[in-house]
């Protein structure tokens, strides 16, 4: 039984032989491209937001609590606004930052520090509240006022100035202020400015609160149409009759609002799967309706100067990716990079998979070709053996024909291939049979030569010396 065990129907030791560095090597690049063709999203990001009671802060916590749903830990980083996080996106301190339209999101200049867009999000108007004696119906009313217009980090003082610009006043004119809005809202209140502009979408706590205080007034840009044609980056709102109370009809009247664009931008080298979370994350946040915006009308891939990253464009034209339709963002994001892998192996195994069998034919077959090498060493022998002694040498080469035979029948080989096992011993029966033949010549040959005699000459057989 333990003989038949010998035959099998293939050698998995040689198979695994013969497959495994193969397999190896396949593996090794595969995870070689799993890792540097698409690297596994990280688990920690960082939002630039903006001032304390701003607009950005709020959303941003609504982003933090999105991403965590996925198991991403957003890290949100306060800071004056709009013109500091577009410094921190060039610096690389952030990977991802709200950033208001206007003259510093040129698309060159978007272009050059390596940022992409995620598409615009909402309006952000300029509110310019002033307490209620204040009589400013014009921008050029603001003369001689004191104005407090924000930290230069915020780009609202660069945007006012191009507002004062056009309505020819001289910011020289006005006592400019740069405290934060929580601090300017403060002395506006307590009388010690006379206006405070900064800008913030409506769900900002600071526009709701301001909105609904006894003693002060929104301004009205009556002409916010023109500046719209002046200002390409900005676009005409209207804050309706009502909308903050009805019941108490706040405001009291339309207002003409001007307003840039707030924008998701990120660093371009931000991994495209978070790309895809925070744009659906934009899109729940941001689409429902609100004060100046209809249903699905943001997150938009229009209003932005800078590039819209690839994955959003396609967010926008088709909708969050199938896989994470229907599953967690992790396994999803998984099975997306299997398509790596899967052209990896197609790449591999194609050329591979044709040196493998014959590989492993080699090693079978090898395993029964070594030994005629020892048959023809064995037969060199018997060729180089000398005529006296020569049965001495066939004797030996005997014996070993007989171990040689016995570490053959050892052999465990595949059914496949027992042609060439018998084959082999066919060819040591051979080898024994001409030592065997060469023996017996030499036996025969010893028996046919006279014996000579002591003075030379020849005694003939049977005679007595």
């Not at 065990?5 to 497959?19: E, Y």
């Not at 991403?72 to 800071?79: A, D, E």
């Not at 900005?234 to 339309?254: E, F, K, M, N, T």
């Not at 059914?415 to 017996?440: K, P």
Request: proline share 7%.
């Amino acid at each position: 039984m333990s003989n038949i065990r010998k035959f099998t129907r293939f050698s998995f030791p040689d198979l695994v032989a013969a497959t495994g560095p193969t397999v190896i090597l396949i593996a090794a690049l595969c995870a070689l491209a799993y890792v540097m063709v698409d690297p596994t999203p990280p688990r920690q990001v960082s939002l630039a937001t903006g001032q304390e009671n701003s607009a950005y802060e709020e959303f941003g916590k609504k982003y933090a609590a999105a991403l965590a749903k996925h198991g991403i830990k957003v890290t949100l980083q306060p800071s004056l606004g709009s013109q500091e996080n577009l410094e921190r996106l060039k610096d690389g301190t952030v990977d991802i930052a709200f950033v208001q339209s206007g003259g510093s999101t040129e698309q060159a200049g978007g272009e050059r520090k390596g940022l992409v867009s995620l598409g615009s999000l909402f309006t952000e108007p300029v509110w310019l509240f002033m307490r209620e004696p204040v009589a400013v119906t014009h921008i050029a009313d603001l003369k001689g006022k004191r104005i407090n217009l924000g930290p230069e980090g915020t780009g609202v003082p660069k945007l006012f100035r191009q507002v004062l610009e056009l309505n020819g006043v001289d910011p020289g004119t006005l006592i400019i202020g740069g405290l934060e809005n929580t601090p300017a809202t403060v002395e506006l209140l307590e009388g010690r400015i006379d206006a405070l502009v900064f800008s913030s979408g409506p769900e900002a706590l600071l526009v709701q609160m301001l909105l609904q205080t006894p003693g002060i007034k929104l301004f009205d840009f009556s002409q916010a149409e023109a500046y719209t044609r002046r200002m390409p980056f900005v676009s005409h709102v209207v804050l309706p009759r009502g909308i903050v109370d009805v019941g108490r009809d706040l405001p009291a009247q339309d207002y003409h609002l001007i307003a840039p664009t707030a924008t998701l931008v990120a660093r371009d080298d931000l991994h495209p799967a978070l790309v895809d979370l925070f744009v659906q994350a934009a899109s729940s946040i941001h689409g429902a309706p609100g004060w100046f915006q209809q249903q699905g009308q943001f997150p938009s891939p229009k209003f932005t100067e800078i590039p819209v990253a690839r994955e959003a464009q396609k967010f926008y034209k088709d909708g969050p990716p199938l896989l994470q339709r229907y599953m967690s963002f992790w396994m999803a994001n998984l099975l997306d990079r299997m398509w790596v892998l899967v052209v990896a192996l197609a790449a591999l195994w194609i050329p591979l998979s044709k040196v493998v069998p014959p590989l492993y034919v080699w090693r079978i077959r090898s395993r029964v070709y070594r030994w005629y090498g020892q048959l023809r060493t064995v037969e060199q022998e018997l060729d180089a053996a000398p005529h006296e002694g020569k049965a001495q040498v066939c004797a030996a080469l005997l014996k070993r024909l007989d171990e040689i035979e016995d570490r053959v029948n050892q052999i465990s080989i595949p059914l496949a291939f027992a042609d060439a096992l018998y084959g082999l011993r066919s060819h040591i029966n051979f080898v024994r049979q001409r030592v065997r033949h060469a023996m017996n010549v030499e036996g025969r040959g010893k028996e046919a030569r006279p014996e000579v005699a002591a003075d030379g000459g020849t005694a003939a057989p049977g005679a007595a010396v």
